[in-house]
């Protein structure tokens, strides 16, 4: 942090050369869509990066996705629908007009009241052309399921469709598992994926009672079953043994290590 102030003008005019004549042939041919798997990539890397907690990762991260941002704005000012300058002019009258309680004579004292006039404003803002109209419209199609979920349930609870409290929910996961093990006992493969549906939309409920987002729980599981797994296939490879011949009981040993070992180096909360 030198009190340099950013110059954004550097990577435009660079993304500019880039898909000019005499630039990469790579960069000239990327379409819209073509760009789609980099921005949802470059996205997660910035979560993981996050995760790491790494600050010099994340500013990396951060950068990569920038220039997906400007590399899609370049596109679009080619094909004369929008450039740079009128993302950041959109994004700042939208961010303005959502903050009635800062920049306007509306009050909020709480997150939650916050959250409550945001989805208002939203809801009363001219949609693009397209859209499907409803409280619930809105949440992206292409997010990965298990955030959808959570994104739709917030909407749906501030509208006042919700538990009361979390024993509530609980209740409810109880009454759903009971029904998915009814399917599982009949075999019943249609109703089994119904069940497990239901039974997954409800501990995502819970999870948002309890204030915890289950895609950084469950992508955090995730994290730390793979490194248990690695501690278990490094220890039988260097045994000179593959996995597929080792027995059960000794890779369970080998992961209660990697348990011990987890436990033993994370730091206590201050």
């Known amino acids: 942090m030198d009190g340099k102030r950013p110059d954004i003008g550097k990577l ?6 880039l898909r000019g004549p005499g630039g990469c042939p790579w960069d000239r041919e990327q379409t819209l869509p073509s760009l789609v798997p980099f921005i949802i990539e470059e996205a997660y890397e910035v979560v993981s990066a996050i995760d790491s907690g790494s600050f010099e990762s994340v500013k990396e991260e951060l950068g990569d996705l920038l220039f997906q941002i400007i590399f899609v704005s370049r596109i679009a000012k080619e094909a004369g629908q929008f450039d740079l300058s009128d993302v950041i002019e959109r994004s700042y009258e939208k961010m303005v007009r959502r903050h009635p309680h800062v920049f306007g004579d509306k009050e909020a004292r709480t997150s939650e009241e916050v959250l409550m006039q945001w989805a208002e404003i939203k809801k009363g803002e001219k949609k693009p052309e397209g859209a499907e109209a409803g409280y619930l419209s809105g949440v992206p199609e292409v997010l990965p399921a298990l955030m959808r979920a959570h994104k739709i349930s917030e909407k749906a609870a501030r509208a006042g469709f919700d538990w009361k409290d979390v024993d509530e929910v609980l209740k409810k996961f109880e009454e759903e598992l009971k029904e998915f093990m009814e399917a599982l006992r009949m075999r019943d493969a249609a109703a089994m994926e119904e069940e497990l549906g239901d039974l997954l ?5 819970i999870s948002r009672f ?3 987002n289950p895609e950084d729980a469950l992508r955090k599981t995730i994290g730390k079953f793979i490194t248990r797994f690695h501690h278990v ?4 490879s260097g045994r000179g043994r593959d996995l597929s011949s080792t027995p059960i009981e000794e ?3 080998l992961w209660g290590e990697a348990k011990a070992k987890e436990k033993k180096s994370k730091k206590p909360t201050p």
Not at 12 to 17: A, C, D, G, N, V
């Open 251 to 253: 890779m369970e040993r």
């Open 210 to 212: 309890i204030e915890v």
């Open 12 to 17: 435009t005019r660079l993304m500019e050369r």
């Open 233 to 236: 296939e490094k220890e039988i």
């Open 201 to 205: 939309f409800t501990v995502v409920n």
